[in-house]
């Protein structure tokens, strides 16, 4: 019978985080970011990137689809890719909104 061997699979222990002299955790915190220097300031930019986002790959698969149909592109792998990541963003952006909905009016049928 072979002896169990512990193994280390790279986590470390958790660590609370420091406190500052004030006791108020959320001022030593600063925006989050996002990317190469990209800061949010608010829920509001945030979302506005999202939708960029989304209407950038609607765009590119419209473009590809564009340059197939009129022989500039005869890729159609590519074209696929592209329609079909547009499917996807499109229907997480619905499926997000649809959760911001769902919570809006669980908000507004609680009684305080």
Do not use: C, W
């Not at 999202?50 to 009129?70: K, M, P, R, W």
């Amino acid at each position: 019978m072979t002896p169990i061997i512990p193994t280390s699979i790279g986590l470390a222990p958790v660590q609370a985080p420091a406190i500052p002299a004030d006791g108020f955790v959320g001022a030593a915190q600063s925006a989050p970011t996002v990317g190469a220097g990209q800061t949010f300031q608010n829920f509001g930019d945030l979302l506005g990137q999202a939708l960029d986002a989304v209407n950038g790959t609607q765009a590119q698969a419209d473009a590809a689809a564009t340059q197939l149909v009129s022989g500039q592109s005869t890729d159609i792998h590519t074209v696929m890719i592209d329609m079909q990541q547009a499917k996807t963003t499109f229907d997480l952006a619905v499926q997000v909104r649809n959760k911001a909905l769902d919570a809006y009016n669980e908000l507004m049928h609680t009684q305080f």
